[in-house]
């Protein structure tokens, strides 16, 4: 069985910053791309930042020059500065993992539970 488990949400006033993280646990052969997503209240979810195992990240337009992604691959961590926040970027921020349970098999998407963020005006 494969886990993410994301921390670090909360409340936060514009223009102030949280950092969220994401530890991936369990069967894990390997990891390709990790990444993380948000979905707004009677939006869609999006894609914010995903980073491969190899290779340039990519990031959502919205949010260059403010968020950055960072991997641990020796912990199987990723994490999501965010600095600048905005209230548009209120969200559930989702952890995404592609991931090969083993030699054989995957790589299958895996999603954590949620975090909230908020930032008011």
């Known amino acids: 069985q494969v886990q993410l488990v994301e921390s670090g949400g909360g409340l936060v006033q514009a223009g102030g910053s949280l950092r969220l993280s994401c530890a991936a646990s369990?069967?894990?052969?390997?990891?390709?791309?990790m990444g993380w997503y948000r979905q707004a209240p009677g939006k869609q979810r999006e894609l914010v930042a995903v980073?491969?195992?190899?290779?340039?990240?990519t990031y959502a337009e919205s949010v260059k020059g403010r968020f950055t992604i960072l991997r641990d691959n020796a912990k199987n961590l990723v994490y999501l500065q965010m600095n600048s926040l905005k209230p548009e970027d209120t969200a559930v921020y989702y952890c995404?993992?592609?991931?090969?349970?083993?030699?054989?098999?995957?790589?299958?998407?895996?999603w954590g539970q949620g975090t909230q963020v908020t930032v008011s005006s």
């Open positions: 369990g069967s894990i052969f390997s990891i390709n791309a």
């Open positions: 980073i491969p195992s190899g290779g340039s990240v």
């Open positions: 995404n993992a592609e991931i090969r349970r083993s030699y054989h098999s995957g790589p299958y998407d895996y």
